[in-house]
């Protein structure tokens, strides 16, 4: 792991020319980028904006009236007790929620200035630029090099692989430790490396977003320490969103911090700082403190 | 239970689950004791044994019987041996089983011209592309090229039989087998040598050369075997010789496994030894029934006489058109059941209903399904316009398969949607949030993941299926046949339906003698069948890691 360079990130927030170049460079990414007006989006630097968002499986509503924006580059973190609707809400933004019949989306959310859940935007394409990754460590049982290429096989980039594979093993920081045996079986890597794995695979079809869904809850310290390393050094070139049960995890990666509360209430979003020293309201002060949840 | 004393813990008391696990015991004996009776009397019968004298016993006790045990004393200890052992039989029954399956498909089903075509248009260009894949692993249009190609290539077949056909004419049967199977075997060994061994060029170049040297040159002593054709003997050399070649070889290279090598010289020398002392003694001999006239022949009215050729043929060809019906409609019923059809809704409960009457249709006895394939196959008559559709004949080939199809659709369903709801969600998950499509999904991870399961269900059913009566009888098929079928509209008799019949012959040599051959035959071919598929699974098991 390198942990040097990770004092550096919080310098570069996005600006105007970033999110332009991430837009022009990519031109054959699927359909959305036609609708990425800039005069559009209402603040530069925001990516994803979730507006009244509600989110039900059957009659049970999970989400209620979520009103988030999310900034580019930039590590997003989403804490709060169990069930209280974070993995939902992550799951909205690249329409996972699909998967599940009885799931149902009202509102809006959108990703560069277009609501996903619009009829027109097929869901196939905006996972193709959003990447995730689980909570459990999940990947194929394929060689490691097959897993990498999976996602670059399914969207047919296939040039230059062999490159691209290996700029993504740098990236997740796991190349040094299997360059030798990419052939070998992905399951016998051991689960820290297995979810690096899993990180590998997601940005090697370059996205603009990767969602983590708590990926150090199912590892030991020194995977999570490694994990958390990472994920700051991804923030420099993707937008990092983040749910996690561990509140020193977000206190220590994330730059904003949103709190939700049982019954899919967003309580408070705000910088991380602001979130963990001096939260505006009582209950996320509760909940911080562990007075509750 | 606990009964606390003064000097530990106490006891707890294992007195019931210790009965339970005796009568668990039991009952497993009970079912095992009975096949195994079963098994060893129906044996006895069809190999003759009561009519050998007590020399042939004794000689064969010393020249092979007590080698064996010797050998397999010797090997009790070390592993490494067992293993080697373990290699040459298993390798060698799989080869012989597979010759034997592919003498029935390729050499008197298919015959020359038909096999010549197909490999042509289907087999060789699906092997060049799979082969292309390995080889060039960036190549994703390669998956969807080898689909076509197994929708194209039989069309293409179809259309081109008759020029092809005449290519084949010309060749000759044997110069068609020794270019399909002895030339591209010829380079599978030689793969296998520089891949498997690290042989050198040279070495690599010799084991190319020498299969069709070697198949060349056994023509002549082929010829002088009256039943034995060029075409028998290239696929035999083939299909048994590259295995049992790959062991030997395998095992030999390995000094630790090199003594694992007496075993196939113990069992082959004290063959030939037994034989010879038997032969010089003149001993009374077994008399079997199931020998090489008895799988040639037809039936006939004398016992000694009658065979099962034209049965053995019917049931092969009946079992891989029910295959290929079971599989494509089995495994694609249980993918839309399980990947595409909604779970809520009206159509979610259409969904349950129709998996509830699967399970349902899978407990209608056999004899009910006969009676569907007479009604919808034989016995109807309806006319859509011009068109009239009057069945495809009684106790047809095409029937009889569609019958039996009809009859294990259910279980090869229901096994298939337990081996693709087996593939773990989080894996789907993986694939979707990689941005791919359902059929990505299930193409890349939720088959290749659940292929080793619906090949076992599938093989189960197919079991059933070979040694099924009852639906036979209903739709017609005549119980004795002097022909194999020719083609999908003729009539046809199988193994089961020949059995039934002289079971109830008034001869006693029938009853006991022939019966018991054609049931040890039904039973060698199901296992051959079974270990076919057994290797394609491993196979598939060994890619899955």
Redesign the interface.
């Known amino acids: 792991m390198t942990t040097e360079n990770t004092a550096t990130e919080q310098e570069t927030p996005a600006d105007d020319e970033q999110s332009d170049s991430l837009v022009t460079t990519d031109p054959g990414k699927g359909g959305l980028s036609e609708n990425d007006d800039r005069g559009a989006v209402t603040t530069a630097d925001t990516i994803i904006q979730s507006r009244d968002l509600d989110v039900f499986y059957g009659e049970t509503q999970a989400l209620q009236e979520i009103d988030l924006a999310i900034p580019e580059n930039q590590v997003t973190a989403m804490i709060g007790p169990s069930g209280c609707g974070k993995s939902t809400f992550l799951r909205c933004i ?1 329409r ?1 929620n699909d ?1 599940i ?2 799931a149902r989306v009202e509102g809006e959310l959108t990703f560069n200035g277009k609501n996903v859940y619009d009829d027109d935007v097929d869901p ?2 905006l ?3 959003i ?2 990754v ?1 909570q ?1 460590p ?6 490691i090099y097959d897993n990498v290429a ?2 670059l ?4 980039k ?1 040039d230059d ?1 062999d490159e691209v594979i290996e700029e993504s093993l740098k990236k997740a920081a796991l190349w040094d430790e299997v360059k030798d045996r990419l052939d070998e ?3 016998d890597l051991s689960g820290g490396q297995q979810q690096r794995l ?1 990180i590998a ?2 940005i090697a ?1 370059d996205p603009e977003v990767v969602l983590m869904d708590e990926p150090a809850s199912a590892l030991d310290p020194i995977a999570t320490s490694q994990i958390e390393d990472l994920i700051e050094e991804l923030a420099e070139e993707y937008t990092v969103v983040i749910v996690t049960h561990n509140m020193q995890q977000a206190a220590r990666i994330s730059d904003k911090t949103a709190v939700f509360l049982t019954g899919g209430e967003l309580v408070e979003f705000d910088d991380t700082d602001k979130i963990f020293e001096n939260p505006d309201s009582q209950r996320v002060e509760d909940y911080i403190t562990g007075k509750f949840g | 239970m606990a009964t606390q004393t003064e000097t530990g813990f106490g006891q707890v008391s294992r007195l019931q689950g210790t009965v339970f696990k005796y009568l668990t015991f039991g009952a497993s004996l009970v079912g095992i004791f009975a096949l195994g009776v079963l098994l060893a009397y129906v044996f006895w019968d069809a190999l003759g044994l009561d009519s050998a004298g007590t020399v042939w016993y004794l000689t064969y006790t010393v020249t092979l019987l007590a080698p064996l045990v010797g050998f397999l004393a010797y090997a009790r200890d070390r592993p490494e041996v067992t293993a080697g052992a373990l290699e040459v039989v298993g390798l060698t029954l799989a080869g012989g089983m597979l010759s034997f399956a592919a003498i029935i498909v390729l050499i008197v089903i298919a015959g020359p011209q038909v096999w010549f075509t197909y490999f042509l248009t289907v087999v060789a260009p699906l092997v060049g592309l799979f082969l292309y894949g390995q080889y060039n692993r ?1 190549a ?1 249009w390669v998956g969807l090229a080898m689909l076509g190609a197994v929708v194209v290539g039989p069309i293409a077949g179809t259309l081109l039989l008759g020029t092809f056909g005449t290519v084949a004419a010309l060749l000759g049967a044997p110069g068609v087998y020794f270019l399909s199977l002895v030339v591209p075997g010829a380079g599978l060994a030689a793969f296998l040598a520089a891949d498997r061994f690290e042989a050198s060029r040279r070495v690599t170049a010799t084991v190319g050369v020498v299969l069709p040297v070697l198949a060349i040159a056994g023509v002549p002593l082929v010829d002088t075997v009256p039943v034995l054709a060029r075409s028998v003997w290239f696929a035999v050399l083939v299909i048994l010789g590259l295995p049992v070649g790959y062991a030997v070889a395998n095992t030999a290279r390995q000094p630790a496994r090199r003594a694992a090598l007496a075993l196939p010289a113990i069992a082959v020398g004290g063959f030939l030894v037994g034989e010879f002392v038997v032969g010089a003694l003149g001993a009374a001999q077994p008399s079997p029934w199931l020998d090489w006239q008895f799988l040639t022949s037809p039936t006939s009215s004398l016992p000694a006489n009658a065979g099962l050729y034209p049965a053995v043929i019917g049931s092969v060809f009946l079992i891989i058109l029910v295959s290929i019906f079971t599989f494509v409609f089995g495994v694609g019923t249980a993918l839309y059941l399980e990947e595409y059809a ?4 009206l159509f ?1 409960t259409a969904t349950r209903l129709i998996n509830v009457n699967i399970s349902n249709l899978a407990g209608v006895p056999s004899v009910v399904y006969g009676l569907l394939g007479l009604g919808i196959f034989v016995n109807i008559n309806v006319q859509f316009g011009p068109v009239v559709y009057a069945g495809i004949g009684a106790g047809t080939v095409l029937t009889a398969a569609l019958t039996l199809s009809l009859l294990i659709l259910p279980i090869v369903v229901i096994s298939a949607q337990e081996a693709i709801r087996s593939v ?1 969600d ?12 359902r059929w ?1 999904t299930i193409r ?2 939720v088959l290749p ?1 659940s292929l080793p399961g619906i090949l076992t269900g599938t093989i189960l059913a197919l079991g059933r299926a070979i040694g099924e009566t009852a639906p036979l009888i209903m739709i017609g098929a005549v119980g004795t046949k002097y022909t194999p079928p020719g083609g999908l509209f003729d009539t046809l008799t199988a193994m089961p339906m020949q059995i039934y019949t002289w079971a109830f012959l008034p001869s006693e040599e029938f009853r006991y003698g022939v019966v018991a051959a054609g049931v040890v035959t039904l039973l060698i071919v199901l296992l051959s069948m079974n270990s076919v598929a057994i290797l394609v699974r491993n196979k598939y098991q060994q890619e ?2």
Do not use: W
């Open positions: 690249n996972m998967l019949d009885i196939v394409a996972r193709r630029r990447g995730m689980f459990h999940n990947p194929f049982p394929k060689s999976y996602g096989r399914t969207q047919d296939t692989m079986s992905a399951l899993c695979r997601a079809v | 960036e994703t909604p779970a809520s809704g979610g773990p989080s894996l789907r998950q993986a694939s979707y949030g990689m941005g791919a499509t990505q890349n991870v993941r899955a890691y």
